[in-house]
């Protein structure tokens, strides 16, 4: 049973008149150390210095990016940079944007509220990829620094008429609290939902619902790990201690403004690669097609292999592949009946995902990386724009690169109905839930009350 609650959330001083494109960030996980210095350069109270400080040479346990982090939130909030709402809301946002090389714009609607963390078993929140101790771990350090929670879980939720977002729509009287466009072009607006009839009648359409995690997995695990600490010093009797929740945003995964990117996989360096020899491995598996590249024109090439994957991806698994030096993109399209080959170790609904189908067939067997390989950040690198990966591999800055179809919402869902879990950047659920809208103070002794 998913329990959803209004909380206290803190933000930006509406009073003050912030520019708010110059407070927020990208989440800590999609940001560049070149990107982390512009938004430390664009406000000196960019969240930036929250979710992700610098690191310092000499830094210590007593001194370091989480501490400084923790400082500066003590000191924004006595500033009063930073206000605690004086009463439980639910904050409904919009935003909006154009997918990748689309001049149509979409609005994804979404809220966010706090949801009772849940146990691994559950089958109310359920995860989709693998997480990493070091992430975690980082995470962790951060939280128990703040004891805040800086930014939102990205959650879906099935509903079919639209109940929840349609609801929180009907109790806007009033412009937006928050309303900025972001560098990037994305257009924000935050409206704070304070009304209790609303609050219960989420509460109850909620109830029976399962979540689904889309992107944060490594902060809900992080939640999870600061909840079990926290109830071995404060006590775990009251599930309505703050403690117990995490804050979510959540949006109906049949929203029309919901975009899932696909995560293309650049490579540094295979050992051994000869590829001729590549080549003739992967036709035991695949037709190959070949695709002719313009000189130069990564727009129009990335545009005749995404068409192309697409229409081979109908019907079964395509996947493109550019080695650099090279003056065109196969096209690498699965005879279906060598899927059982993947292995008698997958559950069939990881079988039908194209980047298993990359991983076991021409990662492994063709390249000959193992499974450990595979996770080598140094090696690896995954990038949304095909064209961009094009580029990169032509300027020379990685071997080769292979291209993917989006991953289905009905993949994620299967995927993560059977419990089980994808392989990391299986998904882009874009555009990310930027970070400095709102935040969620813990207190141990705050009791998170129902409607």
């Known amino acids: 049973m998913a329990i959803i609650r209004p909380f206290r959330g ?18 800590y996980d999609v940001i560049s150390e070149q990107e982390q210095e512009e938004y430390y350069r664009s406000h000196p109270n960019n969240v930036i210095r929250l979710i992700l400080g610098k690191k310092k040479t000499g830094d210590t346990d007593w001194d370091n990016c989480y501490t400084r982090a923790a400082d500066y939130l003590r000191r924004w909030e006595a500033d009063e940079i930073l206000v605690r709402g004086s009463r439980p809301a639910i904050y409904l946002t919009s935003l909006t944007y154009r997918p990748q090389d689309s001049a149509v714009e979409r609005t ?19 995860p989709h990829e693998r997480t990493f101790s070091a992430h975690k771990d980082d995470r962790l350090r951060l939280l128990r620094a703040c004891n805040t929670q800086l930014s939102q879980i990205f959650a879906l939720y099935e509903d079919d008429s639209n109940e929840v977002l ?21 257009k924000h607006a935050m409206w704070i939902l304070n009304d209790t009839s609303l609050f219960r009648q989420i509460g109850e359409a909620m109830r029976d619902k399962t979540i689904f995690i889309a992107d944060g997995h490594h902060r809900y695990e992080t939640s999870r790990n600061f909840r079990n600490i926290m109830r071995a010093r404060y006590g775990k009797r009251n599930p309505n201690r703050s403690y117990e929740f ?10 029309q403004g919901l975009t899932i990117l696909p995560s293309h996989r650049l490579i540094k360096w295979a050992p051994g690669f000869d590829l001729n020899a590549f080549l003739r491995k992967a036709a035991s598996w695949f037709e190959i097609d070949e695709i002719p590249l313009s000189s130069h024109d990564h727009h129009a090439n990335a545009t005749a292999i995404e068409k192309e994957l697409a229409r081979k991806g109908k019907k079964t698994s395509a996947i493109g592949f550019y080695p650099n030096e090279s003056d065109c ?10 899927r059982p080959l993947m292995g008698d170790d997958l559950h069939p ?26 996770d080598d950040e140094e090696n690896f690198h995954y990038q949304s724009s095909l064209s961009q990966a094009i580029a ?11 291209f993917l179809n989006p991953t289905k919402i009905e993949q994620v869902k299967e995927v993560a109905r059977n419990f089980l879990v994808m392989p990391r950047k299986s ?18 002794h705050e009791l998170i009350e129902p409607y």
């Open 427 to 444: 998904t882009y659920f874009f555009p990310k839930v930027i970070s400095g809208l709102v935040f969620n103070k813990i207190d141990p």
């Open 246 to 255: 995490v804050m979510m945003y959540l949006t109906n995964m049949n929203d």
């Open 108 to 126: 994804r609607w979404g809220f966010v509220a706090l949801t009772r963390i849940e146990e691994e078993d559950s089958g109310v929140i359920l």
């Open 10 to 27: 803190l933000t930006y001083n509406l009073s003050f008149g912030q520019e708010f494109s110059r407070l927020v960030a990208p989440p």
């Open 349 to 374: 609904a990881l079988k039908e995902l194209d980047v298993l189908v990359l991983s076991r067939f021409l990662l492994q067997k063709g390249l000959g990386f193992s499974l450990d390989q595979l």
């Open 166 to 186: 349609d609801a929180c729509k009907e109790h806007i009287n009033h412009n937006p609290a928050v309303s900025f466009e972001f560098k990037d072009g994305t």
């Open 392 to 402: 990169s591999v032509e300027k020379g800055l990685y071997q080769m690169a292979f």
């Open 329 to 338: 993109c196969y096209i690498l399209t699965l005879k279906e009946e060598k």
